[in-house]
């Protein structure tokens, strides 16, 4: 399973571009990379998946160099409401094992004021 | 998309009790789900996984005889807390994988369990 390390924490205003990079130095080929939100008191949320270059849904992009060994989420014109930990995760959907798994990182904490 | 809801949202109990949390796929099965312990200001601990028709398997340090897990149908999981203690109080939530069902897969969480142990 490859680690993943992100920043702790980060701040920003209302209506910037965030970007929270996630290092995934030993990702293997099969992997991809996921990113979950997380607001208090709640169960994450899927935000974006992606397997190399970049993709973009209505909430984010996710940007992912040729070598992969990191990702990029990037929220744009961020407000209030984005306040929230976010974690980067990778596996292999079609993973051999059933009993393979996944494990959290510490995730992003990430605070937007007005 | 796919909805995994749990409940009790959350439960207030007395030290030496057990206490019962569900875990459902609202629609769609799920051969497998995962259970996850969560303390504030924390990232989220893989606790077990459960299988339909099997045991559960779970992480080293998590006490199996604690800890009861059942995955009675393709869309219900139940962890027990048996004897809980206060140290048992946290946030509880599960999980279960998409289409693929393997743990890699884009997985959808449950609104998770608070459990406060008096």
């Known amino acids: 399973l490859a680690k993943t390390t992100q920043p702790i924490s980060m701040d920003s205003y209302e209506g910037q571009e965030v970007n929270i990079t996630c290092s995934h130095n030993?990702?293997?080929?099969?992997?991809?990379i996921t990113w979950y939100q997380q607001f208090p008191s709640q169960g994450p949320r899927f935000i974006i998946q992606?397997?190399?270059t970049k993709v973009t849904n209505e909430v984010a992009s996710l940007f992912i160099p040729a070598d992969r060994k990191s990702s990029t989420l990037s929220l744009p014109r961020v407000s209030l409401s984005d306040t929230a930990v976010y974690y980067c995760l990778v596996g292999d959907p079609e993973g051999y094992s059933s009993a393979s798994k996944i494990i959290f990182g510490s995730g992003t904490r990430l605070s937007i004021r007005p | 998309g796919a909805v995994v809801s749990q409940h009790p949202s959350r439960v207030i109990c007395k030290s030496g009790t057990s206490v019962k949390i569900e875990c459902r796929s609202l629609d769609f099965q799920a051969t497998t789900m995962f259970w996850y312990r969560q303390f504030p200001k924390q990232s989220l601990m893989l606790m077990a996984t459960?299988?339909?028709?099997?045991?559960?398997?779970?992480e080293q340090g998590v006490e199996k005889d604690k800890f009861l897990i059942n995955h009675a149908s393709l869309t219900l999981s139940t962890l027990t807390v048996t004897s809980a203690h206060p140290e048992d109080s946290s946030f509880y939530i599960c999980?279960?994988?998409?289409?693929?069902?393997?743990?890699?897969?884009?997985?959808?969480f449950g609104p998770g369990t608070r459990l406060t142990v008096l």
């Open positions: 992606g397997y190399k």
């Open positions: 999980s279960a994988p998409g289409t693929s069902g393997r743990a890699g897969d884009t997985q959808y």
């Open positions: 030993n990702i293997a080929t099969n992997d991809y």
């Open positions: 459960s299988n339909e028709g099997s045991k559960a398997t779970y």
